[in-house]
Each structure stands twice: as C-alpha cells, then as structure tokens.
C-alpha cells in the first residue's frame, strides 16, 4: 500500500555528509538510515525497506562500489604493511610467511568482508554529490511498502487514491508537459 507524499517528503532538512556517510558505514540506507537493506550478504534490496530509495539510481551505478572495496581493502593492506615494516625492524631475524599470509588473507577476504558496506558508503557518497530529485522522491514514497518482492514490477498500477492531488508528477517517462492550448 502506497504511503501518500506530502511536503514533509520534499521539504525534510537534508542529512549531513557525516551523517550520510556514518549510516553507510553502517551497512544502512544513506538517506533514512533504515537497516535490512540487505537480502543476503551479496544481495542487495533493491529499495530501502523503510523509506523507498532505489539504491541502484543509474545503470552501472554501483561501478562506484568497487571503488570503494578496493581502497578499503587497499587501506588495510597498507597498514598492515607499515606494521610489519616496524615489527621486521625490530625483529630482522624474523621470516615473511607471517606477512604473506596475512597479506593474503585480508587482499582475499578483504573484499568478501567489506562488498556490503562499500555499497552503502558509495550510495552515501553518491548522495552528498547528488541530492535526490523530485521524481526519486516521489517514487521512494511511492514504493514504500512495496517490499515483499525484490524487482519493482513496471506494470503496477498506480495507486488509485492517498496521493496528494496537487503533487507535482514525476516528469521521467516525459509525460508531464502540460498539454498545449486549444486555440
Ligand atoms: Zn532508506
């Protein structure tokens, strides 16, 4: 059942960067900071559950994504590195099997482990460069509730009733020029 948008889904104060970016390290939706946004561990929803907002705003938009994964799995490696370049200082005598395997192990699980959290740290990234606009919004409040099924189907009516008469409609499938004038 479609929640009815009003103006507080349009004019709610916008969340800082910090903590848009707090909520994506969070695993959680930037936007809400609603949890469950997640089906599985690789399995992305493809709405927040609590608030509607559609993760993946682009095609190839979650190239991003590895990105993040990398330099997150790059950061660790790094200082991994630095702390074995002090301790080898403090121990010459001492071999590389340690570090190799260490170094294996996070540049191999590193990824696995930080896939979901890189998602939502780049959507909170994508967020504070690209605020949402008036279609998104409008389509976020629309499919709340619609979170029994993971695809949003295309071909579901529209809700019939609860929508603000006066909302402003989403201008994406280009239907909402006003009709020109009968002269
Ligand atoms: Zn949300």
């Known amino acids: 059942m479609a929640r009815p948008i009003d103006v507080d889904d349009v004019l709610q104060p916008k969340p800082t960067p910090a903590v848009l970016l707090r909520r994506g390290f969070l695993k959680h939706c930037p936007r809400c900071g609603g949890g469950h946004v997640y089906r599985s561990w690789f399995r992305m929803k493809e709405r927040c559950p609590t608030c509607g907002y559609l993760f993946e705003r682009e095609p190839g938009f979650f190239v991003g994504a590895y990105l993040i994964n990398f330099a997150i799995v790059e950061g660790f490696l790094f200082l991994m590195l630095m702390f074995f370049i002090a301790w080898k200082d403090q ?47 409008v389509a976020a409040a629309d499919a709340v509730g619609d979170d029994d099924d993971d695809a949003v189907d295309p071909d579901r009516p529209p809700p019939t009733e609860g929508t603000a008469p006066d909302a402003e409609p989403a201008n994406g499938d280009g239907t909402g020029d006003p009709p020109p004038p009968v002269t």
Request: no cysteine; proline share 9%; glycine share 10%.
């Open 91 to 137: 121990h010459p005598d001492a071999g590389m099997t340690l570090a190799i395997v260490l170094g294996l192990t996070i540049g191999l699980a590193g990824p696995v482990v930080f896939y979901p959290y890189s998602r939502t740290i780049w959507s909170a990234l994508d967020l504070i460069m690209t605020p949402l606009e008036m279609g998104e919004i």
